[in-house]
C-alpha cells in the first residue's frame, strides 16, 4: 500500500494539459514528473476536449501519482446547453436565458455520479439552483 502524500485538485481542459500553470507549478512542488502526468491525462481525455474537467490527482510519498476526472462541472453544462458565454453578473435580476425541463434532467443524468443526490429528482433540485445562481430561469 503506498502513503499517500497529498492531494491536488485541478480544474483542467480535457486533451489540453501542458506543463504550464495551473498543472506545471501545483505538480511541480511535490516533485512529481510533470510530463508523465501531461500525456496521461491528454490520452484518457482526448475524446472530451472542449470540456473543463475537474481532476482529483492522488500524490504518493514514492513521488508516483494517480488521478481520477470527474464529469464537467454543472454551471459548464447549463452554459454549453443553453450556448451562454458566462452566466449574470446580478442574477436576482438580470436573467440571461431559460433552461427547460427536458435540458435540466439530460444535465442532472449526466453529472449524476458526481452528484451528491440519491434519485434524479435530488439532483435536479442541485442543478436548478446551480442554474438560479447563474441568472438563468427553470421552466
Not at 447549463?78 to 425541463?101: W, Y
Request: hydrophobic fraction near 40%; proline fraction near 5%; charge should be positive.
Amino acid at each position: 500500500m503506498k502513503k499517500v502524500k497529498t492531494i491536488i485538485k485541478l480544474n483542467i481542459a480535457a486533451g489540453e494539459a501542458t506543463a504550464a500553470p495551473p498543472v506545471g507549478p501545483a505538480l511541480g512542488q511535490h516533485g512529481l514528473p510533470i510530463m508523465d502526468f501531461v500525456k496521461a491525462f491528454n490520452e484518457k481525455t482526448a475524446d472530451q476536449k472542449g470540456n473543463t474537467l475537474p481532476t482529483v490527482i492522488t500524490v504518493y510519498e514514492n513521488r508516483t501519482f494517480s488521478f481520477v476526472t470527474k464529469k464537467q462541472p454543472v454551471a459548464e453544462s447549463i452554459k454549453k446547453a443553453l450556448g451562454l458565454e458566462k452566466g449574470s453578473g446580478v442574477p436576482q435580476r438580470d436573467k440571461v436565458g431559460k433552461l427547460t425541463r427536458e435540458q435540466l434532467r439530460t444535465i442532472a443524468q449526466e453529472k449524476m455520479e458526481d452528484l451528491n443526490a440519491e434519485t434524479i429528482e435530488a439532483a435536479e433540485k442541485i442543478v436548478a439552483g446551480t442554474a438560479r445562481s447563474m441568472g438563468v430561469d427553470v421552466e
